[in-house]
């Protein structure tokens, strides 16, 4: 199966702005709910994010506010929108499937490190 493929990330300073973007191989993609995933140093990956088919979406209280998740069905394409970034949003970003069962195997992520 071909992988997810995340890119967009990059060194920035604290307040600064980035968008990470997502191209997914999952099958039957516009019916999925998405989820970008970040894992920070010594930490376990989490789910900060998903968005339903329907466009509906959750935040994890820490980016509530400063990052905004979207998809385009046609490209199998999910975006995360992230403002005001602060040095605890570093981490490697991971896109996925936001239900355990349907995820499939990881890509290599994209690293976004906040530093002044």
């Known amino acids: 199966q071909e992988p997810l493929v995340e890119s967009g990330g990059g060194l920035v300073q604290p307040g600064e702005s980035l968008t990470l973007t997502c191209v997914s191989p999952i099958t039957q993609f516009n019916i999925r709910a998405m989820g970008w995933y970040r894992q920070a140093p010594g930490k376990q990956r989490e789910l900060i994010t998903f968005?339903?088919?329907?466009?509906?979406?959750y935040y994890e209280d820490s980016v509530k506010g400063r990052f905004t998740i979207s998809r385009d069905n046609s490209k199998n394409t999910v975006y995360l929108q992230m403002h005001n970034l602060k040095p605890e949003d570093t981490a490697v970003y991971y896109c996925?499937?936001?239900?355990?069962?349907?995820?499939?195997?990881w890509g290599q992520g994209t690293q976004v490190t906040v530093s002044a």
């Open positions: 968005i339903y088919s329907d466009g509906n979406t």
């Open positions: 996925n499937s936001a239900v355990g069962s349907q995820r499939i195997s």
